[in-house]
């Protein structure tokens, strides 16, 4: 339960640390802290009484406690459990003047933890008896309710807030990263205190704000992941569930990129053949993201998930461009170049028997991207043209009877005439590399379109030669105004 109250007095001797102290402050006035309504005020007044002075008996303890340093060997273990009990305390950050010598003492007895076991002979500390003090210490100071995000945040745009806690939380994420890490933490034994519910707990805490705090959890889920080889399928199936809120419910989730970063070394790893699990993991968690607004914030890390799965699959090819072409986000021209720059780094990983499955509704979707209105995305689609793999394998001249003429109206109309002038002349450029190449099937693919344009022509005129004798009709019985 997080309190305020005024923390024990100093009789230590020597100079005060104030860096993380004045850090503290400084976060405060930056990210408005001090306007937060406070955690403890709805407690009674006397159990608030109680809690501060239990909190500032459990300071003056660990204050009188001796360094691990100073104890005889044989002692050290006993004083080890007491300091990561002490440590327990939760501290109120929204204030920052309250307990500021009970936070300094803390953080002090943190760091001096963190360092016993930064060594070898340090770590055989970590004996079994005391892993669920270890973990109950890390589970008191990290699992909390983490603020929602407001409407208005834009990941792209705004700032994130900083932890205003994370003079302790550092230190705490230091110290498990080295439980985690070490050789003399069994993992078989481990995770019976590391359980289930600590994992999803854990995977909770990508949602923090503070990028510092994402990239420990990052890097220490993934040691987890390493370290309890018995959790790797539960640990997967948290993260699709976690992708599946942010897809189907809320739309907000601080870390998406950092997942989908650790998912890239899981998939890695993956065995071949890929078992049933990870293609349904990768058509109904990964595919999808492609949908959420917030795509450019975390599209690198997905495009190189998406990619290991083709490298240890190409059978997936049919299964990702139809993902692809089911969500593409025609109406966001800045997604659809991220989304052809995924679409090209597929293409030239696809082969044979992959490609004649999938060409036809690529070959559509390229047509459909020369003809946009904004000018980037015809750019980007012209751009595959400057890869020498796709030239040479999906975009050559064995297979130009296939796709030229899906793709030559808009490539002609943009060569006749765009307004950006890199557009046009690099649909002039393709459109020559293809004349030169098969001079009649270039003729016969304008003959086409020249029908095609005719025809357009024709349906339109007939479609405002009918309007305007409907509109006549209901002008003669006094529906409409006479158009005359």
Known sequence: RRVSGSGPSDGKGGEKPSTPIAGAKQASRNTGIESTPKADVTLPKRERRRSSFMRAQKM????????????????????????????GVIFNFDDVESDARGKELKR???????????????????????MPDVVEMVRLNLFRTLPPQTDDFDPEEDEPSMEAAWPHLQVVYEFFLRFVVSSEVNGKVAKRYVDQSFIRNWIELFDAEDPRERDYVKTILHRMYGKFMSYRSF??????????????????????????????????????PLKAEHLAFLEKGLIPLH?????????????????????????????????????????????????????????????????????????????SCLASEHFQVVERALYFWNSEHLCANILAQNKANIFLPFIFGPLSKNAQGHWNQTVESLAQSVLKMYMELDINLYDRCARENNEKERMKESQRSAAATKWQSITEGAAEKGVLPDPK
């Open 108 to 130: 002090e007895t943190l760091l001096e933890l963190a360092e016993y076991v930064n060594s070898p002979v340090g770590q055989k500390i970590f004996t079994e008896s005391l």
């Open 291 to 367: 949908k959420p607004r917030a795509l450019s914030v975390y599209h690198p890390q997905l495009s190189y998930c998406i990619s290991q799965y083709v490298e240890k699959d190409a059978e997936t090819v049919v299964v990702i461009v139809n993902g692809l072409i089911r969500y593409w986000p025609w109406s966001c021209s800045s997604k659809q170049v991220l989304l052809l720059n995924e679409l090209e780094e597929i293409m030239e990983l696809c082969r044979g028997d992959q490609l004649n499955q999938v060409q036809d509704q690529v070959f559509r979707l390229l047509a």
């Open 235 to 272: 640990i997967r199936k948290t993260i699709s569930q976690v992708f599946y809120r942010y897809i189907y419910e809320t739309g907000k989730h601080n870390g998406i990129g950092e997942l989908l970063e650790i998912l890239g070394s899981i998939i890695n790893g993956f065995a071949i």
């Open 60 to 87: 003056q303890v660990l204050k009188d406690l001796p360094l691990l340093s100073d104890t005889p060997m044989q002692k050290r273990e006993a004083l080890f459990k007491q300091k990561l009990q002490l440590c």
